[in-house]
């Protein structure tokens, strides 16, 4: 018997958190899975792992409460690749599974691994473009005399 984890992870309080969980549950039924345990961080970014339903869930996995966790895609545990593998070693270590639900890959298997590390990469690849998009923005703005930070109150 299947014992299942999900994780679900948005950046802003305001987004809402019910695309992931309603992919995960459709993943679920497809599979003969129900979900035994619901961990979700709202308003917390992929750069870091400190999140409290992550670090719940970790916790919870250190018992072997659960032998899957499920993800809408990977980057909701990290987008920082060497945060993403070292989650998944620790999780392996207690000999639970990880799956993305849209991604439709499975760890379990040589070609899921290689593909896991791949879109690792390109989530990392991702933010980094972000951050730097970001920087390239301020300083245009600066340069044309614009006012940067928060309104005084």
Same mark, same amino acid.
């Given at each position: 018997?299947?014992?299942i984890?999900?994780?679900?992870?948005v950046?802003?309080?305001? #987004?809402?958190?019910?695309?992931?969980?309603r992919?995960?549950i459709r993943?679920?039924?497809?599979?003969?899975?129900?979900?035994?345990?619901?961990?979700?961080?709202?308003?917390?970014?992929?750069?870091?792992?400190?999140?409290?339903?992550?670090?719940?869930?970790?916790?919870?996995?250190?018992?072997?409460?659960?032998?899957?966790?499920?993800?809408?895609?990977?980057?909701?545990?990290?987008?920082? *690749? *060497?945060? %993403? #593998?070292?989650?998944?070693?620790?999780?392996?270590?207690?000999?639970?599974? %990880? %799956?993305?639900?849209?991604?439709?890959v499975?760890?379990?298997?040589?070609?899921?691994? #290689? #593909?896991f590390? *791949?879109?690792?990469?390109?989530?990392?690849f991702?933010?980094?473009m972000?951050?730097?998009?970001?920087?390239?923005?301020?300083?245009?703005?600066?340069?044309?005399?614009?006012?940067?930070?928060?309104?005084?109150?």
């Amino acid at each position: 018997m299947n014992k299942i984890a999900a994780y679900i992870r948005v950046s802003k309080k305001e #987004l809402n958190v019910e695309n992931q969980r309603r992919a995960i549950i459709r993943y679920c039924q497809a599979q003969g899975w129900v979900v035994d345990y619901w961990f979700i961080d709202e308003g917390f970014s992929g750069a870091t792992l400190e999140r409290p339903e992550f670090e719940k869930m970790m916790d919870r996995a250190s018992y072997r409460d659960f032998d899957k966790i499920l993800v809408y895609k990977f980057d909701r545990i990290s987008r920082n *690749m *060497m945060d %993403l #593998l070292s989650v998944y070693r620790k999780i392996k270590e207690y000999h639970i599974d %990880l %799956l993305s639900v849209t991604e439709y890959v499975d760890t379990t298997n040589p070609y899921g691994k #290689l #593909l896991f590390y *791949m879109i690792g990469a390109f989530a990392e690849f991702e933010r980094e473009m972000t951050i730097m998009r970001t920087k390239e923005g301020l300083a245009r703005a600066k340069a044309s005399g614009q006012k940067l930070g928060r309104r005084k109150i």
